[in-house]
């Protein structure tokens, strides 16, 4: 079994495209705030200029396209056909499973990279609670549909306190899924789960029992697991990725983050106006960037610090990863 710490690289960039914040389901968990997103679906010549925005660097771009669900756009076939021309690194389409404007026939499994699939519970009881009445069937469905058609897929699985007494039975489901790889999110502190009644994070003491030892079953299954590391331990070493790597969150409204928990406020680092990537006036996130603080990252305390703890000396007890900082557990 291998188990590493991605490590952050200015080398290699992940552009996350929000083509649209239209959903047709309403988890209660979503990200998604149209107040800072916007409301808007991208036409397709603008979603071609947006990815010529950024296709100077595209050999080591990773594409992920998100919505809001991101198959109810008419034309993400040919945003997919317009990535590939471009020549980035690797393209995924995030979904919840629905697959609508049957996507599975107008892409083949040589367009994209990955389908990734997101459940959040090992029952239907748990995970429709949660996303939706019948989003359960709708993503085992879809595995299998793309699987017939040989795309590979893989599973998203956000764990938060409605689910995690599920995320033990998840190793028993999906070793014969045939997906390739699980990931495991923390749910973050963004759109409804920042509201008073949404707050749904699991203990320091819950996560660091349950996390590590559920990736290492799922792996044991030959599937790549990846998942946030969020405790550091005492000899590793705090880095913003806003500093070190290159990752850019794209909304249809135009704005560009850099580190996805600022998408709740109007900090942005770039906008995209009249097809121009043009940097934003401060104060933006990329002053939060350069701030140190003995608790690790800066947002974090800002916005939940109910996960950090301190000892009697009032040094804090972990200091908290940058929330892309992931752990990948291969065999
Ligand atoms: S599927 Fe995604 S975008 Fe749609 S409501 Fe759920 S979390 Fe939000
Ligand atoms: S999550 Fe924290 S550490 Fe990561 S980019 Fe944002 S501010 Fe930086």
Redo the contacts with the bound molecule.
Sequence with gaps: MTNRTVAFSKDSSNLFFHILTKCNLSCTHCYINKNQHGANTLDIETIQNWLTLFSKKARQTNIIFLGGEPTLHPDLYLAVKEANRLGFKSITIDTNGYLFHDILDKISCDDIDFLSFSLDGATRKTNDAIRGKGSYDKVMEGIQKALSKNFSCSMIYTVSDMNIHELELMPNIVKHLGIKRFFIQVIGMRGKSSEPNGKHQVSKETWLSTIPKVAEAIADHGIIVTYPKVFLAKNEIFQ???NVADNYFIFPNGRVY?????EDFPLHSYEIRQNQLIPTQKIN?KD??GLTIPE?????KMIQPQNLSYNKKGDPEHQIA???LKEEISL
Excluded at 258 to 262: K, Y
Excluded at 296 to 300: E, I, K, W
């Design positions: 913003c990725a806003g850099q580190c996805p928990i600022c996130e939060l960037f690790g990252c800066v947002m974090n940058c929330c892309m």
